[in-house]
């Protein structure tokens, strides 16, 4: 029974602890994807690296004040900032993550994720949407029927 219950224990802190994810999440956005990626470019600048569907955009790599580096490859530290659109329709999710990289002699590790630097980004970026928001076309939300 003794070792039925740590089993238990065993398989209920494993469960519990893979479904933590790093960084800040933005729900329910009503915009459409080119005005999300519109605002998140103003926000981050010109992306490093977009997936093919554009649903995935990693930003330079910057400092931890978010100033964007003049030379990456010689800093002792960097972040970079990716944002994921999640869904396939209307209203999406936004999931804001920051990465850290630390130099070591065989180039740059991933030492993990700063969630503060990504709350201070979702917070602004849900400011950003927001702005943009009221800044629409109303004709772009027209709906005849």
Excluded at 11 to 23: A, D, E, K, N
Aim: with cysteine; charged share 30%.
């Amino acid at each position: 029974m003794k070792n039925l219950f740590k089993a238990f224990f065993a398989v209920s802190m494993i469960y519990l602890t893979s479904c933590q994810h790093g960084g800040a999440k933005i729900t329910e956005t009503p915009m459409g994807l080119t005005e999300i990626r519109r605002v998140v470019y103003s926000l981050m600048g010109d992306p490093r690296v977009v997936s093919a569907g554009g649903y995935e955009m990693d930003s330079k790599y910057h400092d931890e004040k978010t100033k964007p580096l003049d030379r990456p490859a010689e800093a002792k530290e960097r972040y970079f900032t990716r944002v994921t659109i999640l869904g396939d329709r209307r209203p999406y999710d936004l999931w804001i993550q920051v990465f850290a990289e630390v130099r070591t002699a065989d180039g740059f590790e991933s030492v993990g994720q700063d969630d503060l630097l990504a709350e201070d980004f979702a917070d602004r970026l849900k400011k950003a949407l927001h702005e943009s928001r009221d800044k629409r076309n109303v004709i772009d939300d027209f709906k005849a029927f």
